[in-house]
C-alpha cells in the first residue's frame, strides 16, 4: 500500500478553514452562554479580526507552495 501524504499547501488551506470556523463557534459559544456581554465588543472584534487575517495569512503562504496532483 503506497502511503498518501498530504502536502504542505493543503495542510495550511485546511488549518485557515479550522481558524475560521473554531473562531465562529467560540464566538457563538460565547453569545450563547452570555459571557460574551460581560467582555467588550472591541475584544470580541479584536479576537474575530485576528483570526481571520491570521486565516488569510496563512491561505496566502499556502499558495507559495506548489500544488501536487493527487494519485487515485
Given at each position: 500500500m503506497a502511503k498518501h501524504k498530504k502536502n504542505t499547501r493543503d495542510i495550511l488551506q485546511y488549518l485557515a478553514l479550522f481558524i475560521v470556523l473554531g473562531t465562529?463557534?467560540?464566538r457563538l459559544i460565547l453569545y450563547i452562554t452570555e459571557v460574551a456581554y460581560?467582555?467588550?465588543?472591541t475584544t470580541l472584534n479584536l479576537w474575530t479580526y485576528t483570526a481571520f487575517g491570521l486565516a488569510m495569512a496563512l491561505l496566502l503562504v499556502?499558495?507559495?507552495f506548489p500544488k501536487r496532483k493527487q494519485s487515485a
Amino acid at each position: 500500500m503506497a502511503k498518501h501524504k498530504k502536502n504542505t499547501r493543503d495542510i495550511l488551506q485546511y488549518l485557515a478553514l479550522f481558524i475560521v470556523l473554531g473562531t465562529q463557534i467560540v464566538r457563538l459559544i460565547l453569545y450563547i452562554t452570555e459571557v460574551a456581554y460581560t467582555i467588550p465588543e472591541t475584544t470580541l472584534n479584536l479576537w474575530t479580526y485576528t483570526a481571520f487575517g491570521l486565516a488569510m495569512a496563512l491561505l496566502l503562504v499556502s499558495y507559495l507552495f506548489p500544488k501536487r496532483k493527487q494519485s487515485a
